[in-house]
């Protein structure tokens, strides 16, 4: 069956970098392939190649790295069938579980106990036209919605999407951070200041632990 295994690019421990979960100890399961190319994208490397293994097998490295935090993330994770189960065995094995997902692939069949990190792509990001926006009646209070953000126009966005979709009132944590090397995180903050934005402004920690080539988590 489609869903008995996965293709992966890599599982491996790091610290959380991009949500309210940033800095803790954490195992990853990164997933091969994405059908977006958003510009300013730091993990093209996924989308290619990878190695197909059983579900099973997957869970139970995932499980080794011994962390209490689980992520999954790509790519685009929800591409993959076997990761709904996946999902459903890592919470059964009492790990705290995040899905980063691109805010194109569908959320509603997730696990409820998952922490879904889900984009909402800015303009900036060359894909801002395939955020499907019926995920959001899928969101609870224990996801977060993250904008990353390329410039004053992105932010513009980001401030009228907030007002328009009611965000704020949804009880989900509203992440924003920098593109790397195009939006100063000092920017930011001043703008999310003056307007009293509801955000939580944050910065790519891989890159101000590992250098501005390290790849996303
Ligand atoms: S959705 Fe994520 S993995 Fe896919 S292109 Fe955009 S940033 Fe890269």
Redesign the pocket.
Known sequence: MKEDTLVVHEIYRSVQGESTFAGLPCTFVRLTG?N???SW?D??Q?FHGGKRMRREEVLAQALALATPLVELT???PLLQPGVIPLLAALCDAERTVLIET?GEADVSRVDPRVHKIM?LKAPG?G?SHRNRWSNLDHLTRRDEIKFVLAGRGDYEWMRATIRERGLADRGVTLLASCVWGALRARDLVEWVLEDALPVRVQVQMHKVIWGPDAQ?V
Request: hydrophobic share 10%.
């Open positions: 994405c977006l190319r958003c994208c993990t093209p996924a790509g790519g685009e691109s984009d990001s894909e996303g």
